[in-house]
């Protein structure tokens, strides 16, 4: 079995000023458009306030009650699949990035944006075995332009069954509930309980009755066609009920049914809601260098190298490259191209801190690559969609100065019914408003619209919907990119469990539980270690977190050291004295400390950081030798 060394904690800090962009903004903004999203009954608490209750006759005709949920895009459906995957990407973000985030104050309303897409699928999974994946046809309402509180529109509910399966519907959707499980372990272990529940009984009845959705609900096949077919979604499926569960079973699922079913065969350069197999592939990559893959290390190492391969596409260093615009942007295709761009930004993202974690580099074709040059592809993507283009524009409705005006979205560009009540028909909507050039009455705040073409050329036109329609899915990936561009790393390691802090989102039906109250970590009686500098070199410590284990009281200390001179610092050698534990992120050079073996040298104005964990006050961390050249 292959072992890994405990992870290391390092990443180059990128000085604020060089950000650019305000990412705790744009998080902020990117959450809050998942409220002009929902449908059903709004609750009390709705920010989004020129939205009403809309759909609230959905499944009545079918006997099932499917009220709420997400509106897709920019129409009035309530597809499946994308619903899915979008929750699924939501949750991840929150799983890797939830500290970061309730750091920035918007991990409640990530979560709440969380439990309006599985309170939902809870509803639409009345049996084991049957699960409605569609409500509304995209036929009938892209023939209508009317805001969803009006909405005239056939509203038939379509679902699968063991007589008209769907696994990769099913497959996403126990993903979706299975990743949601963790993020609500902690804070409302009860609903954590029910969605795993929820996840098992999915993903048993995608695996049984096999066989595509669209071939089921044939209607979606216009809109969102499972090219892929079903494997990558069991596999993905699979890998989120491990992590979910840590049930063996579904390693041993991954480990049987790799080879078989294209987990460590496909090498892809588009990850989204249609193709998972490089979101499962980054998965088990995580498993692996975590040391969970046991025998099954061959295969998940097959898995590691198709995940490097699509890391290595979007650097422009593998063996077949993604396409990028003269600005930078990926570009996979005309029609809302941006949702490739998040998604693979947020693997990016992810890859990077598991590689920093496990003290490894990107294997390329064309070389080694450091982690942090691929957390610096995803910062270039994102700061693309904020505004770093030759178009100067913001693809995030909302943010900065110059974003569309006239989004391909019903319900922004239709007055609020709040406002003015008189109903939209049909055909009116599109003769009176789809037709205005003027800007939407209500803004769409934090809508990523799927963005330019191949040559940054982009067109804010309401009828552009290649370029102007916003979507759940664009969205989902960005929280998790934002919040960890806007709050750093923290610190911690992202291969060993992370827990998501417990927040108290404020929900109106029904009410949250009450929270048990928590006894703050006692602190060491005597402080850490105040800053020191020695000449060039500042060195600040801090207390990060601490834990009780077997009757005894752990803490943990981060510790930055920063070249402050003008010149790049090399041969740094630190003294550590009254170290008690395991230190993570410097080599031991018997006597001192020195780079550790990714780094030769710390450019100027840049910091490293290094952690330890011991049962004791922070340890003395002094400069015993270093050069500047």
């Not at 604020?16 to 903004?29: C, E, N, V």
Request: net charge positive; glycine share 10%.
């Amino acid at each position: 079995m292959e072992k890994f060394m405990t992870p290391l904690l390092l990443l180059l800090c990128l000085p604020l000023a060089l950000a650019g962009h305000d990412y705790g903004q744009a998080l902020s903004k990117s959450i809050l458009f998942f409220e002009a999203q929902r449908s059903g009954y709004l609750p009390h608490n709705q920010r989004v306030t020129w939205r009403a209750n809309s759909g609230l006759n959905d499944g009545k005709a079918s006997g099932v009650d499917l009220v709420g949920g997400y509106y897709d895009a920019g129409d009035n459906v309530k597809f499946g699949l994308p619903m899915a995957f979008t929750v699924t990407m939501m949750s991840w973000s929150i799983i890797e990035y939830g500290k970061q985030m309730a750091a920035s104050g918007e991990l409640g309303h990530a979560m709440n944006a969380i439990k309006w897409g599985t309170d939902y699928f809870i509803k639409a999974h009345p049996q084991p075995n049957v699960l409605y994946g569609e409500v509304g046809d995209g036929n009938t309402d892209h023939n209508c332009w009317q805001r969803p509180e009006d909405m005239t529109t056939d509203r038939r509910a379509y679902k699968i069954d063991p007589s008209n399966p769907g696994s990769d519907l099913a497959g996403e959707t126990a993903a979706a509930m299975a990743a949601a499980s963790i993020v609500f372990r902690h804070s409302d272990p009860a609903y954590s309980s029910e969605l795993l529940r929820h996840a098992y009984q999915l993903f048993d009845f995608a695996d049984k009755y096999r066989g595509k959705y669209d071939s089921s609900i044939t209607v979606a096949q216009k809109y969102y066609r499972s090219i892929s077919g079903y494997n990558d979604e069991l596999l993905w499926a699979a890998a989120w009920l491990y992590q979910a569960s840590g049930n063996q079973h579904y390693l041993d699922y991954l480990g049987k049914n790799g080879d078989s079913m294209g987990g460590t065969g496909w090498g892809m350069t588009e990850f989204g809601w249609d193709v998972k197999y490089p979101g499962v592939q980054t998965l088990v990559a995580k498993f692996l260098m975590q040391g969970k893959a046991g025998h099954y290390a061959p295969v998940f190492e097959r898995y590691q190298q198709k995940a490097e391969y699509f890391m290595c596409s979007c650097l422009g260093k593998g063996s077949r490259n993604v396409q990028k615009t003269p600005g930078g942007l990926i570009f996979r295709q005309r029609w809302n191209n941006m949702q490739f761009v998040t998604s693979a930004s947020f693997l990016a993202t992810v890859y990077s801190d598991y590689l920093a974690s496990a003290g490894r580099d990107l294997k390329c074709s064309a070389g080694n690559v450091a982690p942090a040059e691929l957390l610096g592809f995803a910062k270039s993507q994102v700061d693309y969609i904020l505004g770093d283009n030759p178009r100067a524009t913001s693809y995030m409705v909302g943010y900065g100065n110059n974003y569309p005006q006239r989004v391909h979205h019903r319900a922004s560009s239709i007055v609020s019914i709040k406002v003015n009540p008189s109903f939209v028909s049909c055909r009116g909507g599109y003769a009176t408003w789809f037709s205005s050039k003027g800007s939407d009455p209500n803004l769409l705040v934090g809508a990523v619209v799927g963005g330019p073409d191949a040559y940054d050329n982009f067109g804010d036109r309401r009828d552009n919907y290649e370029q102007t329609e916003p979507a759940t899915y664009n969205n989902a990936p960005i929280l998790g990119i934002l919040a960890r561009l806007n709050a750093g790393h923290g610190g911690y390691n992202q291969l060993l469990p992370v827990i998501v802090p417990a927040a108290n989102p404020v929900v109106a039906k029904p009410s949250p539980a009450p929270k048990p109250k928590t006894i703050p970590p006692t602190k060491p009686k005597t402080t850490p270690a105040p800053a020191s500098s020695s000449g060039p070199i500042a060195i600040q410590q801090k207390l990060t977190t601490s834990w009780i284990s077997n009757g005894k009281r752990y803490y943990r200390y981060s510790t930055i050291v920063t070249n402050k001179s003008a010149k790049t610092l090399k041969n740094l050698k630190l003294s550590i004295s009254k170290l008690y534990g395991p230190l993570w992120g410097l080599t031991n050079l018997g006597n001192a400390y020195g780079f550790p073996s990714w780094l030769n040298n710390l450019p100027a104005g840049k910091s490293l950081e290094f952690v330890y964990i011991h049962t004791a006050n922070a340890a003395d961390v002094s400069v015993s030798a270093y050069t500047l050249a």
